[in-house]
């Protein structure tokens, strides 16, 4: 008996020193928590739901118009909406999303999936032949933002798992995984139906990518961004499975295209960085531009930014834009394998393209009335002598609009010495009681 005694006190003891009092037991392993689960965890603070809305007038024919001035009043407008999603990139707010979702709308407002708070936003660039749109969310100065990480361009692997996160049917923030089946697909019958993409190398996956997804992310188990969901492949028989995201090297390109012009938010800079180039990489620089007066060439790689690394073009604009036109921009730049440092200040570029710059290319003086700008004087010796008349009208060159003196002043700066230009221009004739429209071009040489 005290043999059994003993052997029971001794199993007791180790089991008691297993658990002392006043220490909790070990959180045990969750096993559910797995890659795609923490990857989940990172991004969704990052993804919006995207909502879009425009006015449009109820009944619009020449009639009801008609009756609405006879009997005083007017219908109500009545709210187009579409949906989408989109993906935080910047701690300032700004959002990656789809052309086609904000394209043409009078409002948008994001509306972030793990919060449920809503903001409105502002279209900051469009990139209709990626179908990449960038937004700014309207917020409280200092407002930060948590934003995904990009990956890199060349950091695919086929058949790695890969998330898709957005807004489905507009039925709220939802993940779906799959695999990433092509780097490089040449996609043909994709939506939105009627859209020309120059996007021959789509990422395909098989994870759902349904309508209200387009403009979310895809990411990898790092939670790295890889794509933009953008469409479904969808034939007779209905969805089969198969979605596209435009690559990451595709949306860096749009980026660099849309935000690296060579002016920025009414700063005239004066050079444009190579599309989808890390570092940033200088592609062309402009004539007699801040840029080019600096020092800056193309082929400069740009190192930092006021001592502040360049980042990507997002945060290199920030910078060019915050220091504005009245302080120096000191860039660390590479060339040819050597650092140097130049030192620029941006332009007000209305007051750089402005009406006198116009006369002094092509001898014409013009004011900006509505739909164009109208020709008050013609130099007698200028090109444009014999060739506009005081009265017309310049609503466009080569082809393209320019109905303000900023556009007009701007395409003219691109031009050299002795380039001939095609101005479209309107006359009006007055016939007795009757004017006449009269529509044409006129080719003058600029100086």
């Given at each position: 008996m005290k043999a059994i005694l003993a052997m029971a006190?001794?199993?007791?003891?180790?089991?008691?020193?297993?658990?002392?009092?006043?220490?909790?037991?070990?959180?045990?392993?969750?096993?559910?928590?797995?890659?795609?689960?923490?990857?989940?965890?990172?991004?969704?603070?990052?993804?919006?739901?995207?909502?879009?809305?425009?006015?449009?007038?109820?009944?619009?024919?020449?009639?009801?118009?008609?009756?609405?001035?006879?009997?005083?009043?007017?219908?109500?407008?009545?709210?187009q909406f579409s949906r989408g999603s989109g993906v935080v990139i910047d701690p300032e707010g700004y959002v990656l999303t789809n052309v086609h979702v904000v394209a043409d709308v009078d409002d948008i407002t994001v509306q972030f999936i793990d919060s449920n708070e809503s903001l409105p936003a502002e279209r900051v660039a469009l990139s209709a032949s990626k179908d990449i749109a960038l937004l700014r969310i309207k917020a409280p100065a200092g407002r930060r933002f948590k934003a995904v990480r990009f990956a890199r361009e060349d950091d695919l692997l086929l058949g790695e798992t890969v998330l898709a996160l957005g807004n489905p049917f507009g039925l709220g923030?939802?993940?779906?995984?799959?695999?990433?089946?092509?780097?490089?697909?040449?996609?043909?019958?994709?939506?939105?139906?009627?859209?020309?993409?120059?996007?021959?190398?789509?990422?395909?996956?098989?994870?759902?990518?349904?309508?209200?997804?387009?403009?979310?992310?895809?990411?990898?188990?790092?939670?790295?961004?890889?794509?933009?969901?953008?469409?479904?492949?969808?034939t007779d028989l209905g969805a089969q499975g198969i979605g596209f995201a435009v690559p990451i090297q595709r949306v860096d390109e749009a980026l660099a295209e849309a935000l690296t012009g060579e002016s920025i938010q009414g700063l005239w800079f004066g050079a444009r960085?190579?599309?989808?180039?890390?570092?940033?990489?200088?592609?062309?620089?402009?004539?007699?531009?801040?840029?080019?007066?600096?020092?800056?060439?193309?082929?400069?790689?740009?190192?930092?930014?006021?001592?502040?690394?360049?980042?990507?073009v997002i945060e290199f604009n920030r910078s060019l834009v915050a220091a504005g036109a009245k302080r120096d921009i000191r860039l660390l730049v590479r060339r040819d394998g050597a650092s140097r440092v130049l030192s620029l200040r941006l332009a007000d570029e209305r007051r750089v393209f402005d009406a006198g710059y116009i006369r002094g290319r092509i001898g014409a003086t013009v004011e900006a009335v509505d739909g164009g700008l109208a020709v008050s004087?013609?130099?007698?010796?200028?090109p444009s002598a014999r060739r506009l008349g005081?009265?017309?009208?310049?609503?466009?060159?080569?082809?393209?609009?320019?109905?303000?003196?900023?556009?007009?002043?701007?395409?003219?700066?691109?031009?050299?010495?002795?380039?001939?230009?095609?101005?479209?221009?309107?006359?009006?004739?007055?016939?007795?009681?009757?004017?006449?429209?009269?529509?044409?071009?006129?080719?003058?040489?600029?100086?």
């Open positions: 006190v001794v199993a007791i003891v180790p089991a008691m020193a297993a658990d002392p009092v006043g220490e909790a037991p070990p959180v045990p392993f969750d096993v559910r928590r797995d890659a795609s689960v923490l990857a989940v965890e990172q991004v969704l603070p990052a993804v919006v739901n995207v909502s879009a809305r425009k006015w449009e007038e109820h009944g619009g024919d020449e009639f009801q118009r008609l009756i609405e001035e006879f009997y005083g009043y007017r219908q109500q407008r009545r709210a923030g939802s993940v779906s995984r799959g695999i990433l089946s092509s780097k490089s697909r040449r996609a043909a019958g994709t939506v939105p139906e009627g859209a020309r993409l120059e996007v021959q190398d789509w990422l395909q996956t098989d994870a759902a990518i349904n309508p209200g997804n387009s403009g979310g992310p895809l990411v990898n188990l790092r939670g790295e961004l890889i794509g933009i969901n953008v469409a479904v492949l969808r960085l190579q599309p989808g180039m890390r570092p940033l990489t200088v592609k062309s620089v402009q004539d007699g531009s801040p840029a080019h007066q600096a020092g800056l060439r193309s082929g400069d790689v740009v190192l930092e930014v006021n001592g502040r690394p360049a980042g990507n004087a013609v130099d007698a010796d200028g005081e009265g017309m009208f310049i609503v466009g060159i080569d082809g393209q609009a320019a109905t303000d003196v900023l556009s007009l002043a701007k395409a003219l700066h691109g031009k050299a010495k002795g380039t001939p230009v095609v101005l479209d221009v309107v006359a009006f004739e007055r016939r007795g009681f009757l004017t006449r429209r009269r529509e044409g071009t006129v080719t003058v040489k600029v100086r």
